[in-house]
């Protein structure tokens, strides 16, 4: 499975933006069964949880400092999950990454090492 994302740049504080991955290739299974989700690093910082969406209508995940602000979509027919950003703050600032899964559990949603397939990542810069 490949992931590409897209949609990241640069944004005023109080902006928004729009992150889209594309899956493709052969998958084991429908990609409704997939968990996907979001991932960002920043500059000096370890890699940390964003967003998740359960496998087969299971449901969304976020981490607190975005519940309210960022959303959390996907097409199944489309292969694509969506990352909708909004009031955004120079401490959203990072890579963010695209990730999925057929295996993970819900309790390791927040897991980086859950995640078998990650796309290469999109630079989202949001300044003051």
């Known amino acids: 499975v490949q992931l590409q994302a897209s949609g990241g740049g640069l944004v005023q504080a109080g902006g928004s933006l729009r992150l889209s991955c594309a899956a493709s290739?052969?998958?084991?299974?429908?990609?409704?069964?997939?968990?996907v989700g979001w991932f960002r690093q920043a500059p000096g910082k370890e890699r940390e949880f964003v967003a998740a969406s359960g496998r087969s209508g299971g449901g969304s995940t976020y981490r607190d400092s975005v519940r309210g602000r960022f959303t959390i979509s996907r097409d199944n027919a489309k292969k694509t999950v969506y990352l909708q950003m909004n009031n955004l703050k120079p401490g959203d600032t990072a890579v963010y990454y695209c990730?999925?899964?057929?295996?993970?559990?819900?309790?390791?949603?927040?897991?980086?090492?859950?995640?078998?397939?990650w796309g290469q990542g999109t630079l989202v810069t949001v300044s003051s």
């Open positions: 990730v999925a899964s057929n295996t993970v559990i819900l309790s390791q949603t927040m897991n980086p090492s859950a995640y078998a397939y």
């Open positions: 290739g052969r998958t084991h299974s429908t990609y409704s069964m997939y968990a």
